[in-house]
């Protein structure tokens, strides 16, 4: 607070003015100041009364002695009553642990304290944090937990949790064959799979059903369902077709979860041909597939033979078992219809796009470049990576807030 | 006001004893500066446990850092250990949060103070209250002011010893000194019938 009638006067040139630590021009000045205005001669009336209100507090007894022998006897007081603890040789500032006293000599601690100099500042340094609170150790443990909570939430949003057996992440194999000369596998999550295949198709033959060999079904392809589909010659266009299928059917299509499994597709490939090949076998589910890409087809492809799909998740291949043309459609990026024996035709070259939310990598990944570009494998490195350092991360945590509890003390 | 007075040529001898290990020499300069040690400590925390425990480590630190001392004026440095350690011990407090028993249930019957016989009961009891405003009103300043202000008006020491204890320049010595006298006083006529007549506006 400025004294308004004498600017260049404060209240810390009047204290300095009790405490003579002023010059002589500003002591002149101040009792100039002190003379003129009342308030200022209050001001530093109650300062100076404050000043001797302090000197004249009373002296404080001591409330034991601090000479060395006082000290180790009040260590080894402190050390009695004290629980035992971990002991790493450290001195411990809060109760010194001395020794016995030996008067005349160098002092326990003081013996401590010259060794320390020899081993260095890190050993000091280590014991401080062992022994009392240390703040960068607090910090390191706090900045360790915000890690581990942070791994394990991102790793809910790259790789969602799969309980072991849960019926939400079985996983859906979805096969391919390219022209019948190789097959790949995927897995993906179908925990909230949904399968989108749109089919360009493009006019391109007409063809009949005269072809004189058999091409074999994709037997490379497990746990598909065979579809049997016969469709009329339809005109030709060009037509867009979605096939949606909810994760149930997806999974019922492809392989059951559980007890179900075998119900629906069998427990081995040849089994999952034989139930899907039997139309008495097929489950509401399958059904609700077969519905989806048989429309798809049908429109789809104009010829005028019969044809024998088999329906894997996003997959469809065609096979025929009685001497009949047969066609194999994969849901591949690039779809080709095959004619076996007698033509092989460029019969389709739809574009598709097959959306999934596959987070799951491949499994027993397969020559098939096309899917195997399409699907995103990153998840199970990642989770691999997510594990060993939420592991560490756990570790260090535990490490570093064993040793933070200790420093509590 | 104290003046920064040198060390005498017999305390430089005995911190040089001390330096060397000697204990009883040690004991010679605990014994000397004990008691404003303690005084700083336990204005600074206003805990005996803590401030006896604050002179203590400080002791032992400075026999540790005995080697080190350069010379010039012991009892500062040995004050800005003091200081240091109190400094220490008062975050440590801030961190922990902590409530001190004492200040729940305040032992009357052991004041730290002296006791003037010759003295009324009543006066004594004003006196006692009085003290124990004054020590309330000086744990209110912050910890930097209320350094400088027991030093300086307490234990008398000069600015420039406060500028050397607490490592700052003097006009930042004399800006605290200034302010905690002006706040202690602001504090203190929040019970004017404590104080004498003519400490009254």
Redesign the interface.
Known sequence: ?TVSRHQPMN??L???YL???VTDEERALVEAAIAADPAIA?QV???R???H???E?????????????A?VT?AKRQEAIRTPAPNMGAPN??A?NMGAPN?????A??QQ?SNEDQTGDWWQWLQQIWQG?NLPLRNAAALAFTLMLVLLVSNRFVAPYQPPGSQENTPIIIQTATNGTGSGNRTANSASTKVTAQLETTPLLESSGTASTTQPPVASVIQEQAIETTSEKLPVQTETTTAESTAMTLRGSVRGPGADEDDLTGGSPNAAMQSAQSEGAASPMQDSARTAMTASFAQSANASTSLTTALSTTVITNHNAQNQTTTVLTLTPTVTVTLTDSVMVEAMTPSVSLSTDITESLEQPTPTEAIRDEVTNRAGSTNRWLEWAQLITALCAVVLGGLWWRSRE | ?QMISAPSSDEQQIIMRATA?E??A??LL??KY??I???VA?RMLRD??AA??V???S??KA??ALAGFQGGNFRSWLMRIVANTCYDVLR?QQ?RATDSLDDLAVDHDHI???VDRAESPESYAERME??HF??AG?HTLPPEQRLA?VL???H?YA?EEIAEIAGLPMGTV??R??RA??R??DY?LNKPEL??A??R?
């Open positions: 607070m209240e810390e009047l204290s300095a405490d003579n630590e209050w009336d109650s300062l009364q404050t000043i209100l302090l000197q507090l009373p002296a404080l007894t001591l409330p034991r002695a601090f000479t060395i022998e000290i009040e500032m809060g010194p008067i005349g000599k160098k002092p601690f003081a304290a609170g | 006001m290990g204990t009883q040690f004991n605990v014994l004990q008691d040690a303690y005084s336990y005996e446990a006896a425990d002179v203590q480590d002791f032992i026999f540790r440590a961190r730290p103070s002296l009085l003290n004054i020590e000086i202000l300086c008006d307490i008398g600015y004399k800006s000194i200034s006298r002006l202690l006083r203190l104080l004498p003519s400490f506006p």
